[in-house]
Nanobody, 123 residues
């Protein structure tokens, strides 16, 4: 059983900063790519940022230069530092990870999702 648990969301004024965390736990062999997604009310879920095990990153154009994704492989934890927040960043933020686990004595890789954390940016 693998769990992803996000934390760090909340209410912040425009121009402020927040740091989201996502901790993975369970019977994990290794964690591959990790990502942050977000979903605003009435909109589809969108990819915000992604990071490879080696630290390679990619960002949505809307957050480039403002958000920084990072990971601590020893702690199986993903982070998202969000700076210069705007009201349009308001959404539920989800972490996702491709995680290799042992199933029936064989390694398998699955995508796991956290429960989401609300970020609200007031103008």
């Amino acid at each position: 059983q693998v769990h992803l648990v996000e934390s760090g969301g909340g209410l912040v004024q425009a121009g402020g900063s927040l740091i989201l965390s996502c901790a993975a736990s369970g019977s994990i062999l290794n964690i591959n790519t990790m990502s942050w997604y977000r979903q605003a009310p009435g909109k589809q879920r969108e990819l915000v940022a992604v990071i490879t095990p080696g630290g390679g990153t990619n960002y949505a154009d809307s957050v480039k230069g403002r958000f920084i994704i990072s990971r601590d492989n020893d702690k199986s934890t993903l982070y998202l530092r969000m700076n210069s927040l705007k009201p349009e960043d308001t959404a539920v933020y989800y972490c996702s990870a491709s995680i290799r686990v042992t199933m029936r004595d064989m390694p398998h890789e699955y995508d796991y999702w956290g429960q989401g954390t609300q970020v609200t940016v007031s103008s």
